[in-house]
């Protein structure tokens, strides 16, 4: 058999795959089953931070991987250490837990911002609220934390104290807030799997002031927008705001599994000895991977990654039926009068991976896409939205 028909009899049927097998690559290049190249403008959804196989990626996880691969967390290993120290030097934020993915990330940020409130408050208060069109993940608690009606049929009963209010409307927070004891709010800052929609600068601001005001958590969620993807470290440093907590993952560790939550002034002990944990937190060759990774997005590569940004939005304006362009840096959303799973197939037959969210066709490039190769992809991505 080959890899379609073995993946679809022994895969569960869970995903919507795209008929391709992709066997390797380089940089923003990729190469299929039959040998036909790609340019990668999707990075596996923000996780190949500097696409495939990137050199110095490469040498730090064929480093550790030959020293030691997996110790737990019973012991001390110094990749884990140095990523959480590079982490809080780029954020201002004051302690980190590893788990492994986003989901696990907004899990711990939930059980803390919980206890945060309890150990001050009292168990009643609890509730967190998350915005309407949010993702936070596919646990049980991460989906009841997510803002899409379509998340919450099949898989009930799901855990009680999570509130939904629309986006971009501050009286709508408030009444929540005033409405029942409230933990903390989650969010992030630009909605990716809702379809790339960047919040209001004004509104964020409002939103931590809301918090301020009543010893709320602001728990921004920076899965898909941290690490540089934005044209900053985290976007919440382009919003202005401090929050209390956020959680990373997807290009943490420039495509191996790795998820992060950081905690700032106020959260830093909330979590205390024996009250959280995970096997795989903080795996040597991850955290070496995102030591690798984590370094390197300075202030010079932001500035190409907002460079890029620009001329990718410059460049789609004025394309035949492309009505807008949203989101922020490498985190881009095309909303088109086509149908964006068309777009993305048109593309992929031209050799150019593009991603969708909702109706609207997404780029997450690799932070570093040589500009040749963008002006490439972008080029026959114009074509295919004005044909
Ligand atoms: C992808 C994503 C998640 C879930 O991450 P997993 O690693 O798939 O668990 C959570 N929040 C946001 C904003 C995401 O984009």
Redesign the pocket.
């Known amino acids: 058999m080959n890899t379609f028909e073995l993946d679809n009899q022994y895969i569960a049927h869970t995903y919507g795959r795209a008929p391709v097998a992709f066997v390797s690559g380089k940089g923003s290049e990729l190469f299929d089953e039959d040998g036909k190249r790609y340019i990668d403008l999707g990075t596996g959804?923000a996780v190949n931070a500097f696409g495939v196989s990137d050199d110095a990626w490469l040498a730090a996880v064929v480093r550790q991987a030959s020293t030691l691969q997996h110790a737990s967390n019973l012991y001390y290993t110094a990749p884990m250490a140095r990523l959480a120290q590079l982490l809080c030097e780029k954020s201002g934020m004051k302690k980190v837990f590893f788990g492994n993915?986003?989901?696990?990330a907004?899990e711990g940020a939930i059980k803390a911002a919980r206890k945060y409130a309890h150990d001050k408050y009292g168990e009643e208060r609890s509730t967190i609220v998350t915005l309407i069109n949010s993702?936070?993940?596919?646990t049980i608690a991460?989906l009841a934390a997510t803002g899409q009606d379509a998340f919450h049929t099949h898989f009930g009963p799901f855990p009680e104290g999570f509130a939904y209010v629309p986006a971009n409307d501050l009286a709508a927070m408030e009444r929540q807030l005033d409405s029942v004891p409230c933990a903390a709010v989650m969010m992030?800052l630009v909605q990716?799997?809702g379809g790339v929609c960047a919040l209001d600068p004004e509104y964020v601001r409002g939103v931590e002031a809301l918090c301020r005001a009543r010893d709320v958590l602001l728990v921004i969620?920076e899965?898909?927008?941290g690490n540089g993807r934005t044209g900053r470290y985290f976007a919440y440093q382009l919003y202005g705001v401090t929050p209390d907590i956020v959680?990373t993952?997807?290009g943490i560790a420039g495509g191996l599994p790795m998820?992060a939550v950081l905690f700032g002034e106020r959260t830093e002990n909330v979590l205390e000895k024996g009250q959280h944990g995970s096997t795989f937190g903080g795996n040597p060759v991850c955290a070496a991977a995102g030591v690798s990774v984590v370094e390197r997005i300075d202030d010079a590569l932001l500035a190409e990654v907002r460079k890029k940004g620009e001329y990718i939005r410059a460049a789609l304006e004025g394309t035949p039926h492309v009505k807008a362009v949203t989101g922020l840096g490498l985190m881009v959303g095309i909303e088109t009068d086509k149908a964006a799973a068309d777009v993305a197939a048109a593309c992929r037959e031209r050799g150019v991976i593009v991603l969708t969210a909702h109706d609207r066709v997404r780029l997450l490039p690799a932070l570093n896409i040589p500009m040749p190769l963008l002006e490439e992809a972008i080029g026959i991505l114009k074509e295919v939205l004005a044909a």
């Open positions: 959804i993915s986003g989901a696990e907004n993702f936070h993940g596919r991460t992030e990716g799997e969620d899965v898909q927008t959680t993952a997807k998820g």
